[in-house]
């Protein structure tokens, strides 16, 4: 959690290694992403903040995209794997649609399934949420907890959404031009000394209201 421009998607970046870091190193229960085969072994799956679906291909090819280009499996197997992920996101029945025919909070759900399609053991998620209509943004939160419930995958979701955070969270941290100051359970951020993460979380405290007038 963190304001924009905090080095949220920066951190994410660096975990599944598409940036390098200057200084320290990426560890992985213990070991050094860098210059290994832990991020071979970690399964790892990204669910991009736009989506990054492809809008000339549907949904079935979006999801399926991974195994097709990679020839991983036959056509047929990528049908089921694919009909399999989407009804783990809700989205059984919508092989044949095109993204742009698809609500925003189904589009993120389409790039969840896509993720699922690794096997991931580490689902990392940036601003799942942002975008979306607060019904759309509690379908998403519920289903991210559902997937660890049911699947087992650890998740790291990214958000300027404390609402979010607090609901999905075990544990969260709180990144502040790119340093990661407070690192703690819930309830015990809450009550985190630092003066900024005090101010972010009462800034959201206070628009809350607004938000539910009509
Ligand atoms: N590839 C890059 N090279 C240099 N600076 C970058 C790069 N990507 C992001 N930044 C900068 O790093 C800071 C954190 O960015 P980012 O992680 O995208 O923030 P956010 O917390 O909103 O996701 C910002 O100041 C951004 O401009
Ligand atoms: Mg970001």
């Known amino acids: 959690m963190g304001p924009s421009g905090s080095g949220k998607s920066v951190l994410l970046r660096h975990i599944i290694g598409l940036e390098q870091p200057d200084e320290g190193e990426i560890r992985l229960n213990g070991q050094s992403v860098q210059g290994s ?35 991983l499996r036959p056509p047929e197997e990528i049908r ?26 189904m589009r993120k759900r389409v790039a969840i399934a896509r993720a699922l399609v690794m096997e991931p053991q580490l689902i990392l998620y940036d601003e799942p949420t942002s975008e979306l209509d607060p019904l759309s943004a509690q379908v998403i939160a519920e289903e991210i907890l559902s997937l660890r419930d049911r699947i087992g995958v650890t998740s790291i979701v990214v958000t300027h959404d404390s609402a979010l955070a ?37 800034a959201r405290a206070h628009r809350q209201p607004q938000e539910v007038a009509p």
């Open 37 to 71: 085969d832990v991020l071979d072994r970690y399964r790892l799956a990204m669910v991009f903040q736009s989506a990054a679906l492809l809008n000339s291909l549907t949904v079935a090819e979006n999801v399926g995209l991974y195994l097709a280009e990679h020839r």
């Open 166 to 202: 607090f609901q999905v969270a075990d544990r969260i941290g709180f990144l502040h031009d790119g340093r990661l100051v407070a690192l703690e359970k819930p309830d015990q951020l809450r009550a985190h000394p630092d003066p900024l993460l005090q101010r972010f979380l009462q």
């Open 80 to 105: 089921r794997i694919v009909s399999e992920k989407l009804a783990l996101v809700g989205l059984e029945g919508t092989e044949d649609k095109l993204p742009g025919q698809l609500s925003g909070g």
